[in-house]
């Protein structure tokens, strides 16, 4: 009986040590997840800005901002080209083509 009551008492006791024990170890866990996310997630956004800034010169929504107005001007050029004259119409396709050969070199 006195065995029985003193061996319950430490099967007690080793049991609320290792939840509690388990339970931290996932409170540590959960942390150093959200901790390698943050950190994954601010990395990739420096990462991001320093490869624009190198590339380009131009901080990223600079950049965005050019490309909005470049796609305006194309969605205007394409509104306007069945209304050009054939000689404005070979002289922007010539334009574009010189472009395009300096682009790719």
Same mark, same amino acid.
């Given at each position: 009986?006195?065995?029985?009551?003193?061996?319950?008492?430490?099967?007690d006791?080793?049991?609320?040590t290792?939840?509690?024990?388990?339970?931290?170890?996932?409170d540590? $866990? &959960?942390w150093?997840?959200? %901790?390698?996310? *943050?950190?994954?997630?601010? !990395?990739s956004?420096?990462?991001?800005?320093?490869?624009?800034?190198?590339?380009?010169?131009?901080?990223?929504?600079? $950049? &965005?901002?050019?490309?909005? %107005?470049q796609? *305006?001007?194309?969605?205007? !050029?394409?509104?306007a080209?069945?209304?050009?004259?054939?000689?404005?119409?070979?002289?922007?396709?010539?334009k574009?083509?010189?472009?395009?050969?300096?682009?790719k070199?």
């Amino acid at each position: 009986m006195i065995l029985n009551n003193m061996l319950k008492k430490n099967y007690d006791s080793v049991k609320k040590t290792s939840s509690s024990a388990i339970e931290k170890i996932t409170d540590v $866990l &959960h942390w150093f997840q959200w %901790k390698n996310l *943050t950190l994954a997630l601010g !990395l990739s956004i420096v990462a991001g800005v320093a490869i624009g800034l190198y590339i380009d010169g131009e901080w990223p929504w600079e $950049l &965005h901002s050019t490309v909005v %107005k470049q796609r *305006t001007a194309g969605e205007a !050029l394409i509104h306007a080209w069945p209304h050009l004259s054939k000689a404005d119409q070979q002289y922007l396709g010539d334009k574009l083509q010189l472009q395009d050969k300096s682009d790719k070199k």
